[in-house]
């Protein structure tokens, strides 16, 4: 199931109720993809839904990021770690792109 908000779009877990966007489907997209605007997108949607954590989290509200699921969330933020490598490789320009 996929929610939007204004701001975030992206799927939910099964394992959190509606309508929490789950970041590693924001991660996933973003590895799958190979349309540079696409990308940039989901970068952009994880660098403003941490909620002043600098983690990323199980899940997010779609319209309200403040309100998420466990504070942190290990595969999430390893699966991150996975996204930043591979666009450091591949495209290191997203990384450098200023908004």
Known sequence: MVFKGDQFEGN???????????????????????????????????KTSHANTWLMHESFAADQPARFTRSWFAWANTLLGELISKLAESRPHLLLKKD
């Not at 394992?15 to 940039?40: F, K, N, V």
Request: proline fraction near 9%; aromatic fraction near 2%.
């Open 12 to 46: 939910g877990s099964p394992h959190t109720l509606a309508p929490m966007i789950w970041p590693m489907s924001i991660i996933m997209r973003a590895l799958t993809s190979d349309q540079d605007d696409e990308i940039h997108h989901c970068l952009q949607m994880l």
